[in-house]
């Protein structure tokens, strides 16, 4: 009991308060830049900056998420795959910090699939990307991480790849015939569903 409290004092006076940053949105020069590398992960305002992202992203409802959609041109993204409104069939996974990712191989084969970004409101794209990926990061431990990921997270992590390269996903949707505007995203979403229970019965 005298521990926590303790504890809660210390944080209170050592640890500022993380607050939910503002994502900049298409048009901003920072989502144009090339990010740089980080050299120490264990850097307290690189950790801040982690601890920032995962509250930006959890109170925006979003699946990852890149430094420099918040103004900071670093090789950070988090990658954090939950079933949602938008992505229904989104595998569920803890929230995950990786620092200077590469990607070190992928499948020949792609596939096309919708996407969003919080930088880009109201619009929804069918974006081809590599169906499997192999990657290498740093965790926010500053341990090396290799790791393989398929289809939804394997999107997900390509495309917030992209931020560090100063790309979004719409640079990638091949014809404007493959965007929609997200109220009628979901209307395509409900017919899919639909369709997939006619299927099955
Ligand atoms: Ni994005």
Redesign the pocket.
Known sequence: MLVRSLEKIFNRIFKPKVQKSTVYQLGNPALREIARPISDVQDREIQQLIDEMLITLTESKGV?L?AP?IGRSLQLVIIASHPNARYPHAPQMEPTAMINPKIISHSFETEKGWEG???VPMIRGLVPRYREIEIEYTDRQGDRQLAKLTDFVARIFQ??YD?LEGK??LDRVETTLDMATEAEYQNILQTSVQSNAAHKS
Do not use: I, K, R
Request: aromatic residues 10%; glycine residues 10%; charged residues 10%.
């Open positions: 990852g890149a959609q970004c919080l930088s495309h917030e931020h979004v996903f």
